[in-house]
């Protein structure tokens, strides 16, 4: 543990101590509780029970008595609107709740829902539609922008999808969502050229028409599948989460700085924004702009070891610094013979600049790599797949602690490296063919962490040994995004189809899925480890807030 996170600790877990004695009884009296039931099951576990008030909700799942309970340092007196998560069931009984200075007791009562296809997640789609998994796994290209119920509520046929929808949703660039599209940099153009282009989607068009409402149904010609409620371990868990002041902010990366506060990445707008978590505000930072006719956004926000934040601000094509001390922003546009069209700078990996004042970036636009000398303001670039017949996507880049770079290939099933001082580049395959390994995690041995979406696992490169081990998710399509190491060695990741959260007993290799509390859409993640247990933060990025999840084991 880092000196500072152990002083921090240290000095939390003397803090109750200095308290008056009722206010540390009041830390585990109970706010709030009472037991959920159904006709169809009786007693339910598993549900996920929210309280919110103004912009923060608080939730607690039932137990398997079906009992939950709010701790009162979570819920102060005061009304609250209730809701549950429980695929199938709606809340039948009061939505309101008064809660006094003492416990309150309110049972809730559960009825069947009349819309499940409203509550089902993406994964509950791909569990539920028709299809080999091939053919399911063409629908992981749909869920970076919006739900699958969107489309499955469609009735458009095949050529409609084929000469119109497909191409349209191309013509958006990946941090659009309904309620903030952007489009992509010619897209008007790649319409215009019809016939030929139209052809791509035939395949996936074709599938799509068999699957939605097309024809005239009124209903789909499947069962819809739900995926099991949280039980044991997974229910014991509180979440808190903060909305923020847009439905159109979607908080792609969210990370602590050393005083709790949550920094998150605007995917979509050209904001850097900080929440404060006990208080519920938002402050939001205009970023300049760099190229005023290109999308807006960022997505990788990473800090320096001394507190600066890196940012990268994708079509505006440029690596950005945010100092919290002035409050300023600067920015490295890229090179010209690198600012195309196509340029797209996702990642910044600052962590290990301290060493030889470099900092690593990356290129989505034509699979590059770049790296930023502090000192002269100069970004060089590696194309390692230039002359490669096979398509590649650098993912991800994440500097190991002598500021090598490690890369992800999103597009195969490999980790790359380059050597900081030679500049030599090593491919290394990882054990499941086309897995898609997408973003990375090192810890203080140098052990690569990595979520490999297409292939449902999360893999660990020893680049020390230069071996791999792979643990495969309990769930089918978990898709797995990002991956975190917490201090107990315990690994956690999100899915962005299931709304789950899964963390990993690296060492006894057991897994507890954590469901969070409304359908989103999980990017990064991050773990808290001053506090006791650990606590996991993630941004809704289809939501629009920021989720504490604090696991009470
Ligand atoms: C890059 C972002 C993006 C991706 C990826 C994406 N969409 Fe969309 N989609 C949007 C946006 C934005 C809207 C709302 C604006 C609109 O309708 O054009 C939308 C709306 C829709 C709609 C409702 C509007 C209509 O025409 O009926 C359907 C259906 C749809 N998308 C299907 C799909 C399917 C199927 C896929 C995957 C093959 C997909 N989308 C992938 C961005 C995307």
Not at 133 to 138: E, N
Not at 197 to 208: G, S
Not at 244 to 271: C, M, N
Not at 498 to 504: C, G, K, N
């Amino acid at each position: 543990m880092r000196l500072a996170a152990a002083l921090r600790l240290a000095f939390l877990s003397l803090a109750p101590s200095l308290l008056p004695l009722d206010t540390a009884n009041a830390q585990n009296a109970v706010a709030l509780t009472g037991q959920v039931t159904s006709t169809e099951e009786g007693a339910m576990e598993g549900v996920l029970v929210n309280a919110r008030k103004g912009t923060i909700t608080i939730t607690v799942v039932s137990d398997a008595q079906g009992r939950y309970s709010f701790p009162a340092s979570k819920l102060a007196p005061g009304q609250y609107a209730l809701s549950i998560r429980a695929i199938g069931y709606d809340l039948d009984n009061s939505k309101t709740v008064e809660v006094g200075p003492r416990t309150t007791t309110h049972n809730l009562t559960l009825k069947k829902t009349e819309d499940l296809a409203a509550q089902m997640s993406n994964g509950e789609w791909l569990h539920s539609v028709p299809g080999t998994d091939q053919q399911k796994g063409l629908l992981l290209s749909c869920v970076g922008c919006h739900t699958l119920e969107r489309f499955m509520r469609s009735s458009h046929d095949s050529k409609t999808l084929m000469e119109i929808t497909l191409p349209r949703m191309q013509g958006y660039v990946n941090q659009s969502i309904p309620q903030n599209p952007q489009l992509r940099r010619g897209a008007r153009l790649m319409e215009e050229r019809g016939d030929q282009r139209v052809q791509v989607f035939r395949n996936v068009a074709e599938f799509l028409g068999t699957i939605n409402l097309s024809g005239g149904k009124s209903t789909w010609a499947f069962d819809l599948k739900r995926l099991p409620r949280p039980k044991g371990r997974a229910t014991q868990v509180i979440y808190t989460e903060y909305d923020l002041p847009r439905d159109t902010i979607s908080p792609h990366d969210v990370v602590l700085d050393k005083d709790g506060i949550a920094w998150y990445s605007s995917f979509g707008e050209q904001f850097f924004g900080r929440l404060d978590p006990k208080t519920g505000a938002v402050k939001e930072y205009a970023m300049p702009l760099h190229k005023p006719d290109f999308p807006r956004g960022s997505l990788g926000l990473r800090a320096d070891r001394a507190g600066n934040w890196w940012l990268g601000n994708m079509y505006q094509a440029a690596i950005v610094k945010f100092d919290p001390k002035t409050e300023r922003f600067t920015a490295w546009p890229m090179p010209p013979e690198y600012n195309i069209d196509a340029s797209q700078v996702n990642m910044v990996r600052p962590e290990s600049s301290h060493v030889d004042g470099k900092v690593w970036s990356q290129n989505n636009g034509f699979a590059a790599v770049h790296r930023l000398d502090l000192s002269t303001g100069k970004i060089e670039t590696y194309e390692p797949f230039k002359t490669s017949k096979v398509p590649h996507n650098i993912y991800d880049v994440i500097p190991d602690s002598q500021n090598n770079v490690y890369f992800t290939d999103f597009r195969n099933f490999h980790i790359g490296r380059i050597d900081a001082k030679t500049g030599e580049v090593k491919l290394y395959a990882a054990l499941t063919p086309r897995s898609a390994p997408r973003r990375g995690y090192m810890d203080e041995q140098d052990r690569l962490w990595f979520g490999m979406y297409r292939a449902d696992r999360v893999g660990l490169f020893n680049t020390r040994t230069e071996t791999f081990k792979e643990w495969l998710m309990p769930t089918k399509w978990a898709s797995p995004y990002d991956v975190v190491l917490d201090r107990n060695e315990e690994l956690w990741t999100g899915s962005m189809i299931t709304d789950q959260v899964t963390r990993l007993n690296t060492k006894t290799d057991e897994m507890v899925e954590y469901l969070l509390p409304r359908t989103t859409n999980i990017r990064r993640v991050y773990v808290d480890n001053t506090t006791n247990p650990v606590t996991f933060w993630v941004g809704s990025n289809h939501g629009a807030s920021i989720i504490k999840l604090e696991p009470l084991d």
